[in-house]
T-cell receptor, first 114, second 116 residues
């Protein structure tokens, strides 16, 4: 079955550490996105990518980095520069940047700073 | 500025009854799209329904329908014959071409609880 796989489901980070969240899709979608979700704040866009080797900053890119070396993969690194990384992170993909079919989301990674 | 407003933080409905979740939006672009997503406690966001600004008819998908009132800038989700599995967070989102057409603008969500 096609879909988006995010791993791990739960992740704990120590202060000052970088951590990488995995996102893989087998839907043959061109566009991929990373969102952050905090309680009571809805979803906020971190980064998005339209094609391989290209990505753009979203609204809250500071302290995060991404890569898009393969169409199927769009990993997100939460760096030590991100001062408040505890949140729920959702990866999504779509056929293109403009689609009436919406996004397909992964099941998310819950990151906690310990 | 583009904005989505969901004014109901929480809603309750009896099983088998219909419920309407409110969503109002603000945009100056004549071309836009409106989405509703469901987020159960597992966390995954599930696409429910889409309405384009030029669509002549209200969108329907099974038990979900969208009450689209363009002049009022509202796009309310109607769930008919509620089921226990409908208990979840529901998010309204908008895509428009004003400024940046590469993202969705999200509301804060409505938590729906279906009572047996």
């Amino acid at each position: 079955d096609g879909g988006i796989t995010q791993s791990p489901k739960y992740l704990f980070r120590k202060e000052g550490q970088n951590v990488t969240l995995s996102c893989e899709q087998n839907l043959n979608h061109d566009a991929m996105y990373w969102y952050r979700q905090d309680p009571g704040q809805g979803l906020r866009l971190i980064y998005y990518s339209q094609i391989v080797n290209d990505f753009q900053k979203g609204d809250i890119a500071e302290g995060y980095s991404v890569s898009r070396e393969k169409k199927e993969s769009f990993p997100l690194t939460v760096t030590s520069a991100q001062k408040n990384p505890t949140a729920f992170y959702l990866c999504a993909s779509s056929i293109g940047l403009e689609t009436v079919y919406g996004y397909t989301f992964g099941s998310g990674t819950r990151l906690t700073v310990v | 500025a583009q904005k989505i407003t969901q004014t109901q933080p929480g809603m309750f409905v009896q099983e088998k009854e219909a419920v309407t979740l409110d969503c109002t939006y603000d945009t100056s672009d004549p071309s836009y799209g409106l989405f509703w997503y469901k987020q159960p406690s597992s966390g995954e966001m599930i696409f429910l329904i889409y309405q384009g600004s030029y669509d002549q008819q209200n969108a329907t998908e099974g038990r979900y329908s969208l009450n689209f009132q363009k002049a009022r800038k509202s796009a309310n989700l109607v769930i008919s014959a509620s089921q226990l599995g409908d208990s979840a967070m529901y998010f309204c989102a908008m895509r428009d071409r004003g400024g940046n057409n590469r993202k969705l603008i999200w509301g804060l969500g409505t938590s729906l609880a279906v009572n047996p």
